[in-house]
């Protein structure tokens, strides 16, 4: 009976699926890490090109260089406390980049930073996945849409450039 139960059941019934609501994107700032409130991220995983090469009587497929730059998109809630704001905190980093006021681009040791993105288990108490990324930087902050009729907070969304995203287990294997 068992076994034919696991036919139409994948997973163990005291198993748990992972949610996707479970996460939390922290980025290293220095001396202190950024913590914001993230809505939701967009991982754009890693693309291969296929290189074609003929054999014999047909072509076989190698695997090439990645085929795209590594990029996520995130939306955050603004909010304050004592300590930051997050408008204000993203706004400087996105103007370390490229400095609004002077036109200057700025070195890329000067605003590249690294991240984690941690993805928990259901109960929250413990990590599940966690992705690694570095030289990470803000390409574009979307436009922020004031209304009088929304009571929502407000929200802002921002795309990322990245030199490098893993999740770190599948590294060290």
């Known amino acids: 009976m068992q076994r034919e139960r696991n036919l139409y059941h994948p997973i163990s019934i005291q198993s748990d699926l992972v949610r996707k609501n ?10 202190d890490s950024l913590r914001l409130l993230c809505k939701n991220i967009t991982l ?3 693309k291969s090109n296929a290189v074609q090469v ?9 695997a090439g260089r990645n085929s795209q730059a590594f990029t996520f998109n ?10 930051s704001d997050t408008m204000v905190d993203l706004y400087d980093w996105r103007n ?3 400095g609004h006021v002077s036109g200057k681009i700025s070195l890329a040791n000067k605003y590249k ?10 109960d929250g108490d413990k990590a599940r996945y966690t992705y690694k990324v570095e030289g990470l930087w803000p390409i574009e902050i979307s436009d922020a849409t004031f209304a009088v009729e ?3 907070p407000l929200e802002i969304q921002i795309q ?8 770190e287990s599948l590294e060290n294997e």
């Open 22 to 31: 479970m996460f939390e994107l922290i980025i290293d700032s220095g001396h």
């Open 44 to 46: 754009q995983q890693p």
């Open 54 to 62: 003929p054999w014999m009587g047909g072509v076989m497929q190698l």
């Open 74 to 83: 995130a939306s955050f809630y603004v909010g304050t406390d004592n300590d």
């Open 96 to 98: 370390q980049v490229f």
């Open 113 to 122: 930073r690294s991240a984690t993105i941690v993805i928990y288990e259901v």
């Open 150 to 152: 929304d009571d929502g």
């Open 160 to 167: 990322f450039a990245a030199d490098k995203m893993y999740i």
